[in-house]
């Protein structure tokens, strides 16, 4: 993401932004930084009318022009690689009239709004991830290959290969299987994890290291229990992107909901649903507040995370897109480490 600030943030950290998404990841970024009632300025095309286009309609053409549009939903698609902002125009032509602005990577919009500490970090991570290459897992077990790409919204399946398995299963199964999935990592850019329990990882590795030693030599092993989307999560949970990538927020959303569970499990200093959180907050015990990215469009979860912000908490946002935020939202989509127990 490339951003620049307009003019300094007001004292209540009202301003604007301007934005530039890179990625697919920019975009989902974005996905959460815009809310509705903020304002969005970008240059679309419109259709102008000149003193002689109404005696000749047909000579009407659409021009760029900018104009500043009143959120009312955001649309993020990860499919068709855009994202929707729908409103109503404020700024420019067409006034009062309901325009969608399509952003596309490449595409530089600017944003007027109330920015919190919490959408500045997102603003440094998506500045930060853009300096490193997208991180691959390949998921690796006897008969069965998956590949993965971690994006900061979790990891998007690309493909998975199989071949027979079994007794029955040719000798040269193993070998076809190696081929087919060295020639997909050849294609891609940046970081491979090779991740999987047994030894079949290792001998993917060593031929990869006889075929293509430029593509062996981006390659890092990680041991795991669990094969497929698994093998991923454990990947991301035991640290090891963060010995490739300076992006640690994947790992952290896997340890911070474990330590979630595991002192709910032991009835430990831990606070979950939104009424238990904002208590924690107000007495001052919550050290980290963990929100969905779901919720912080509200004005209710707003308010709390200002005030934990203030009292010293740290906020940790997970993505819904990735299994952590997705338990999180099963305990009513916001948890609190807390520094002592309190009464309920």
Known sequence: MKTSLVEPLKSDGF?????????????????????????????TLRTVDGPSDKLRAEKLEKRPVRIGVKCEKVEFSPTVNRLRVLGVILFGPDV???????????????????????????????????????????AVEDGEAELYRIRQYG??????????????????????????????LEKVAGPIVVAGPGFVKEDFVKFAKTKASDTAGRMLLADTRRSGCGAVQE???????SRITEDLQLAREVQVMDEVFLRIGQNGAVAYGATEVQT????????????????????????????AERLGAVVVVLSTEFEPGKRLVGLGGAAALLRYTIGQ
Do not use: C
């Not at 853009?130 to 991180?135: A, E, I, P, R, Y």
């Not at 990947?235 to 992107?241: F, R, T």
């Open 15 to 43: 301003g604007e932004y301007k934005l530039m998404p890179e990625n697919l990841d920019d975009l989902w970024h974005l996905s959460h930084l815009i809310s509705e009632g903020n304002t969005v300025f970008a240059v």
């Open 96 to 138: 009062g009239q309901h325009h969608t602005l399509n952003i596309d990577p490449g595409y530089e919009i600017s944003v007027v709004r109330r920015w919190q500490r919490v959408d500045l970090d997102r603003l440094e991570r998506s500045i930060a991830a853009s300096v490193h290459g997208v991180v691959h897992i390949a």
């Open 155 to 184: 990891p998007e399946r690309v493909t998975t290969l199989t071949t027979g398995s079994g007794k029955t299963v040719e000798t040269n199964s193993r070998q076809n299987l190696f081929e087919e999935l060295l020639r997909i």
């Open 235 to 241: 990947v991301i949970g035991n640290g090891v992107l």
């Open 280 to 307: 924690a907050i107000a007495y001052g015990a919550a050290e980290t507040v963990i929100v969905a990215d779901t919720e912080i469009r509200g004005p209710r979860t707003a308010k709390m995370i200002e005030t």
